[in-house]
């Protein structure tokens, strides 16, 4: 196939994110681990699959990084998950030394791709990558606000009943609890959410969906969610590869827009074949601008955080 992903870490995230672009075939996929056997057992499956499903997509599982050499797209997942009664910031130091490392393993072979970041903490994960590569930064993207959108769009379709293709939600901000899902850009195939939901269990989906990472993660036990991240991914590569200009959000370098400056923050983008070909502002209210600058403090105070504990 013309178009090449490669994903750095072939764990839930990793291996689910090519599941679901294998169903797309859209580019072949290769898949690599640092656990001996698994990458390679993954890939085998799930080539065995391809017959089953009728797609032509060469899926290669892999220790070795050039094999991932002239990648269009690289999705990095490697690192540790969160288990209960972690935050994604006790992550930190731990998943910041081993992205840095993939970061600049891939960035060796595959020097044009756009970088598509998963591991938590997101916001500064991606900041990493950024820093330790040198990319543009319409090359590197942190994948959340499709997610943290998608599971405030699946309680609104829980609770109203309504096709999940007609309910348009809009989260913002830092992948944490400090995200701001915007009441006032989110309908139902255009109405206001308030026509349909009334306010105390509006609020309580606003809620819901901050703590959505850690609800799954409360009932997993052993792991953070994996299906609904790496579906995002698979939707955020196919707008690249396919220069489709969709409008997602997604954390985006910003210099300046909404007053944020310096830090990987989770805004609506552009999404085409140079990874974000825009970034989109909304007219905010005071309120909401101000939900934002908490939340960007809180990124602000993660990334110092980080410089403090590694090189970068
Ligand atoms: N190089 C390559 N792969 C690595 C490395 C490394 N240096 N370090 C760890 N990995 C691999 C692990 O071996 C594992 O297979 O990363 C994989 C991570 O997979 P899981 O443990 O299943 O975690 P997952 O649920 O996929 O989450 C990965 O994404 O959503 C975030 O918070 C989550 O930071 C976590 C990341």
Same mark, same amino acid.
């Given at each position: ?55 032509? +997509? ?15 797209? +690289? ?35 595959? @020097? ?24 543009? @930064? ?164 993660? +990334? ?5 504990? +590694?090189?970068?």
């Amino acid at each position: 196939m013309a178009n090449k992903i490669s994903i750095i870490g072939a764990g839930m995230t990793g291996s689910t994110t090519a599941h679901w672009l294998a169903e797309r075939e859209i580019a072949d996929i290769v898949l690599v681990d640092i656990v001996d056997g698994m990458p390679q057992g993954k890939a085998l499956d799930m080539t065995e699959a391809m017959p089953v499903i009728g797609k032509d +997509v060469s899926i290669l599982g892999t220790s070795d990084y050039a094999d991932t050499k002239d990648s269009d797209i +690289v999705v990095i997942t490697a690192g540790l998950p969160r288990k209960p009664g972690m935050s994604r910031e006790d992550l930190l130091v731990k998943n910041a030394n081993i992205v840095a490392s993939v970061a600049k393993e891939t960035y060796k072979y595959s @020097p044009d791709a756009v970088y598509i970041i998963l591991t938590n903490p997101l916001d500064t994960m991606t900041y990493m990558t950024m820093k330790t590569t040198g990319l543009p @930064p319409n090359r590197v993207i942190g994948q959340a606000g499709i997610l943290d959108s998608a599971r405030m769009r699946a309680f609104i379709a829980m609770e109203t009943g309504v096709s999940v293709q007609n309910i348009n939600c809009y989260v913002l901000g830092g992948h944490g609890d400090s995200m701001v899902p915007l009441r006032r850009h989110s309908n139902i195939a255009g109405v206001p959410l308030e026509k349909y939901i009334e306010a105390d269990k509006l609020d309580a989906i606003v809620q819901r969906t901050r703590k959505g990472g850690g609800e799954i993660v409360g009932l997993l036990k052993t792991g953070s969610a994996f299906y609904a991240p790496s579906a995002a991914i698979a939707q955020m590569a196919e707008a690249i590869l396919k220069d489709r200009h969709l409008i997602v959000p997604c954390a985006a370098y910003l210099q300046g827009e909404y007053g944020v400056d310096g830090i990987f923050f989770g805004v609506p983008v552009m999404l085409g074949k140079n990874g974000i070909e825009k970034i989109i502002e909304y007219d905010l209210n005071d309120e909401e601008m101000a939900a934002l600058k908490k939340s960007a403090d809180a990124v602000h105070a993660s +990334v110092e955080t980080l410089k403090t504990l +590694v090189e970068i």
